[in-house]
């Protein structure tokens, strides 16, 4: 047999497992130390105090305390996610997306509704009856000082 071929033959097995695609996602130990992750950080814990402040009152009694509500439970939720989204690294998953934009596009309409909510939240407080209904939880949302009363408000 000294002319004849030889024939390797390969074969090979695969199990279901091997089917299934891993993903594992980092976590980013040292983001709070960041510029980035600080101000994220103050972003929730300031949202948070705004959106206690109006939900924790009786907020229906002025209609536009409705609008202010939403833009804070809106843009504390995104900013939650946004977090999220860091803290994972999940940024680096996605490379399609321009985050840069996206986070330029976020804090800036962020910071446009949360200017024509806090307008809103001012104006509103006039229309209130001053010392009732939560009236001071509703200052304290727009960061302002309650205006003084003299004697002839009491």
């Not at 030889?6 to 695969?14: A, F």
């Not at 946004?82 to 986070?103: E, R, S």
């Not at 804090?107 to 806090?118: C, E, G, P, Q």
Request: hydrophobic fraction near 50%; include cysteine; proline fraction near 3%.
């Amino acid at each position: 047999m000294e002319g004849a071929a030889t024939r390797t033959v390969i074969t090979s097995t695969s199990s279901s497992t091997e089917n299934f695609s891993t993903s594992t996602l980092d976590y980013d130990r040292n983001f709070f130390r960041t510029a980035s992750g600080l101000l994220v950080f103050a972003e929730i814990v300031f949202g948070l105090v705004v959106w206690t402040l109006i939900a924790g009152t009786e907020y229906f009694r002025v209609s536009a305390f409705g609008w202010v509500l939403f833009v804070a439970i809106l843009y504390w939720v995104l900013t939650v996610i946004i977090l999220i989204i860091y803290l994972t690294m999940a940024y680096n998953k996605i490379p399609q997306v321009p985050w840069t934009t996206v986070g330029l596009f976020f804090n800036s309409s962020a910071t446009v509704m949360y200017v024509v909510a806090a307008a809103v939240d001012a104006v509103s407080i006039s229309h209130a009856v001053k010392w009732r209904h939560n009236y001071t939880c509703w200052v304290a949302s727009t960061v302002r000082k309650p205006p003084q009363t003299s004697q002839t408000d009491i």
